[in-house]
T-cell receptor, first 112, second 115 residues
Framework: DTAVSQTPKYLVTQMGNDKSIKCEQN?????MYWYKQDSKKFLKIMFS???????INETVPNRFSPKSPDKAHLNLHINSLELGDSAVYFC???????????FGAGTRLSVL | AQSVAQPEDQVNVAEGNPLTVKCTYS??????LFWYVQYPNRGLQFLLK??????LVKGSYGFEAEFNKSQTSFHLKKPSALVSDSALYFC?????????????FGSGTRLSIRP
């Protein structure tokens, strides 16, 4: 029973393509997040949703568009992929800012 | 600015010896502090947190962390290291963001335990 699951695990694509990463959590949390981890392992928040509402939107290019159809799902769509988008993207969920966040296993995106 | 710093990129310790992974923070208001661990090709896993109360916080896998308000530090410790503790460790702090809050992660410290 995976608490936070994201698909696909690996994504290899060409520059200029559009791709999506899906995330689902079965923990009943209200809040979900997307993080980007670069090649130096630096982890930075991109977006956060609370009950399907966007509450955090860091300075991310508008080629990245999150979508939350319900509070258990937060998908990430990326348009016109660039080389610099290559990274590991992590989905996480939590019950609020004071509380623990639970992370998915990550999606390794490679843009060629 | 709200931030968290991990001054060491890598910490090397012999198995059985005590270990310390350093973390300092800068935050307005009361700090909410966390430690997470990342094993290769995995997501982050929660180890422990400090919200309020005792300065010494105990967590998973025998780890503990000491909150020091005067030094604005939250160092991770373990009395006796295991080879299986080798991983990437992240310190994190809750930061206020408009009407919400977010977690800011440090740059990570790679812990290497040699047999």
């Amino acid at each position: 029973d995976t608490a936070v699951s994201q698909t696909p695990k690996y994504l290899v694509t060409q520059m200029g393509n559009d791709k999506s990463i899906k995330c689902e959590q079965n923990l009943g949390h209200d809040t979900m997040y997307w993080y980007k981890q670069d090649s130096k392992k630096f982890l930075k928040i991109m977006f956060s949703y609370n009950n399907k509402e966007l509450i955090i939107n860091e300075t991310v290019p508008n080629r990245f568009s999150p979508k939350s159809p319900d509070k258990a799902h937060l998908n990430l769509h990326i348009n016109s992929l660039e080389l610099g988008d290559s990274a590991v993207y992590f989905c996480a969920s939590g019950a609020g800012g004071k509380n623990i966040q639970y992370f998915g296993a990550g999606t390794r995106l490679s843009v060629l | 600015a709200q931030s968290v710093a991990q001054p060491e990129d890598q910490v090397n310790v012999a198995e059985g010896n005590p270990l310390t992974v350093k973390c300092t923070y800068s935050v307005s208001g009361n700090p909410y502090l966390f430690w997470y661990v990342q094993y290769p090709n995995r997501g982050l896993q929660f180890l422990l947190k400090y919200i309020t109360g005792d300065n010494l916080v105990k967590g998973s896998y025998g780890f503990e962390a000491e909150f020091n308000k005067s030094q604005t530090s939250f160092h991770l410790k373990k009395p006796s290291a295991l080879v299986s503790d080798s991983a990437l460790y992240f310190c994190a702090v809750r930061a206020l963001y408009s009407s919400a809050s977010k977690i800011i992660f440090g740059s990570g410290t790679r812990l290497s335990i040699r047999p």
